[in-house]
């Protein structure tokens, strides 16, 4: 069992940058692949960025690609999503998530824990 906590999340103006967290519990987290998510008012949530338990592969979305950087910290149980040059259209609640199969999926379905989120807001 994996509990995830997402912080950092806030209102920016567009250009601006943000740093987000996801703090897991448990002693097994180097072994989870974690993902990050984000959800736009009226709108799927959709895949944002990957990587692998492994922190040698990282996948991300088209539309993020060059913007944001996925990282982690297995020492601090912490995965972090950097995001950089914010657009109004980052604006949605954004989830991590994490699986232990595979090496970093962009399937919202093959993950099996999810945190409860934080809101990211860019003005323009």
């Known amino acids: 069992q994996v509990q995830l906590v997402e912080s950092g999340g806030g209102l920016v103006q567009a250009g601006g940058s943000l740093r987000l967290s996801c703090a897991a519990s448990g002693r097994t987290f180097s072994t989870y692949n974690m993902g990050w998510f984000r959800q736009a008012p009226g709108k799927e949530r959709e895949f944002v960025a990957a990587v692998s338990w492994t922190i040698s592969i990282t996948v991300y979305a088209d539309s993020v690609k060059g913007r944001f950087t996925i990282s982690r910290d297995n020492a601090k149980n912490t995965v972090y999503l950097q995001m950089n040059s914010l657009k109004p259209e980052d604006t949605a609640v954004y989830y991590c998530?994490?699986?232990?199969?595979?090496?970093?999926?962009?399937?919202?379905?093959?993950?099996?824990?999810w945190g409860q989120g934080t809101q990211v807001t860019v003005s323009s």
């Open positions: 998530a994490a699986v232990r199969r595979g090496l970093g999926s962009r399937r919202e379905d093959e993950y099996d824990y």
